[in-house]
Nanobody
Framework: QVQLEESGGGAVQAGDSLRLSCTPS????????MGWFRQAPGKEREFVAA??????STYYANSVKGRFSISRDNAKVYLQMNRLVPGDTATYYC??????????????????WGQGTQVTVSS
């Protein structure tokens, strides 16, 4: 089992940037695809971004492409969020994908989730 802890959320203005961090521990997450999802009040959890084991491949939701960037190192997984808009307001979750298929946008691919970090963007 992999444990995940997110940090870096906060309240910002539209146009600002935030960098979220995910600190995994437990089973060797370094051999797994990692992803970020978000959930706004009253909405379903939605895919944001994912990154391959070696970081060479990244995947993004259309709504964040060109503004968000996912990366990883040996200690953490990051989500750099630029040019934030009010529609980005949500709780952001880090997730672990043990299967590593191409279905990285499917939350059912992931077996471990963090508690989430809140991002609030005001206009």
């Amino acid at each position: 089992q992999v444990q995940l802890e997110e940090s870096g959320g906060g309240a910002v203005q539209a146009g600002d940037s935030l960098r979220l961090s995910c600190t995994p521990s437990g089973r060797d997450w370094r051999l797994s695809v990692m992803g970020w999802f978000r959930q706004a009040p009253g909405k379903e959890r939605e895919f944001v971004a994912a990154i391959s084991v070696n970081g060479g491949s990244t995947y993004y939701a259309n709504s964040v492409k060109g503004r968000f960037s996912i990366s990883r190192d040996n200690a953490k997984v990051y989500l750099q969020m630029n040019r934030l808009v009010p529609g980005d307001t949500a709780t952001y979750y880090c997730a672990h994908d043990p299967q590593g298929t191409y279905a990285v946008a499917d939350p059912n691919e992931y077996d471990s989730w963090g508690q989430g970090t809140q991002v609030t963007v005001s206009s």
